[in-house]
């Protein structure tokens, strides 16, 4: 079944087109792997595909078929739909031939993560198509194993974060000052933490410095960062990893992999998806009330 998983929850908008079936994937036997539940992480084969949740016993195979990224915090909502076309035109898919659309639901800055919430939910609802949102850390931290925080940028000087225990959430989200996470984590016994939102304070995460999360289990990326469409990292010099003529090929990376993943996000809900089961509405995990706030009634004046 052919999804198509989006996020804007971050600086990062980013977008893939993903296949997810039952079975195991080729170079990964039976014995070899064990699929892994949902929100776990998953056995990765040398294509690039992985053995995610377990659907009726049986493991189900992401595959990521065309992703992109672009980091630039102030452009999702001119980037995102370009971007989805890109995906489906590189892999000549048409929208109609798609079963359903995967979002991340955040936490993230209101506008941003709006438009992500917004056009998943336009999309789906214009092809009559199902949309399941998956929390936008879990993009990150079901790829980890051990216990670890992911945290990203909640402005205002503060961070989002969640704790995982390989690749299971166990706490949050949460929306909190660096010095407060600190605090909670050492609380929760948790010495790690991961994601964009944890480079932006390195003196207070100082101590729970480790190393980030694997890039995207996609077998084909295209990774941008900054306004211009030639500006591609990770790849090479206007190269994409993938086997298309012209392209090289290689492992697929991203700009930085410490963003949420669209193709984790699709696994994480494979199960749902390959069972046909209805989603949950889209609501988004804004955690605090945005800036703008009704007018107060014009105060009465005596004369």
């Given at each position: 079944m052919l999804l198509i998983a989006l996020d804007t929850a971050t600086p990062a908008c980013s977008?893939?087109?993903?296949d997810v079936a039952h079975g195991y994937p080729p170079g990964l036997s039976d014995a070899a792997a064990t699929p892994a539940t949902a929100g776990q992480p998953a056995a990765t084969a040398a294509n690039g595909s992985e053995a995610g949740a377990v659907?009726?016993?049986q493991a189900v195979v992401v595959t990521g078929r065309a992703a992109r990224q672009v980091v630039d915090p102030r452009r999702h909502a001119e980037l995102l739909v370009p971007l989805?076309?890109?995906?489906l035109d590189e892999a000549a898919v048409r929208p109609a031939d798609l079963d359903g659309v995967v979002v991340g639901l955040g936490p993230g800055p209101f506008t941003s993560l709006?438009?992500?919430?917004?056009?998943?939910?336009?999309?789906?609802?214009?092809?009559?198509k199902p949309a399941y949102g998956i929390c936008s850390l879990d993009g990150v931290g079901a790829g980890l194993t051990g216990r670890v925080a992911v945290a990203t940028d909640a402005r205002r000087r503060e961070v989002y974060w969640a704790v995982y225990a390989d690749g299971a959430r166990v706490a949050g989200p949460f929306v909190d000052r660096p010095r407060a996470v600190v605090d909670a984590l050492r609380e929760m016994s948790v010495s790690r933490l991961v994601?964009?939102?944890?480079?932006?304070?390195?003196d207070v995460f100082a101590d729970l410095a480790g190393p980030g999360p694997h890039?995207?289990?996609?077998?084909?990326t295209g990774a941008r960062t900054g306004a211009g469409p030639d500006t591609r990292a990770g790849t090479g010099s206007g190269t994409r990893s993938g086997a298309g003529p012209g392209q090289t090929s290689g492992p697929p990376r991203t700009a930085d992999p410490g963003y949420p993943s669209p193709v984790v996000l699709a696994r994480l809900a494979a199960a749902d998806v390959l069972a046909r089961r209805p989603p949950a509405p889209l609501v988004p995990l804004y955690l605090r009330r945005p800036d703008a706030a009704e007018p107060h009634p014009p105060k009465t004046v005596a004369v």
């Open positions: 977008v893939a087109l993903v659907v009726g016993g989805v076309r890109e995906v709006r438009v992500g919430v917004v056009t998943a939910g336009a999309f789906a609802d214009a092809l009559g994601g964009p939102g944890a480079a932006l304070y390195p890039p995207w289990p996609a077998s084909a």
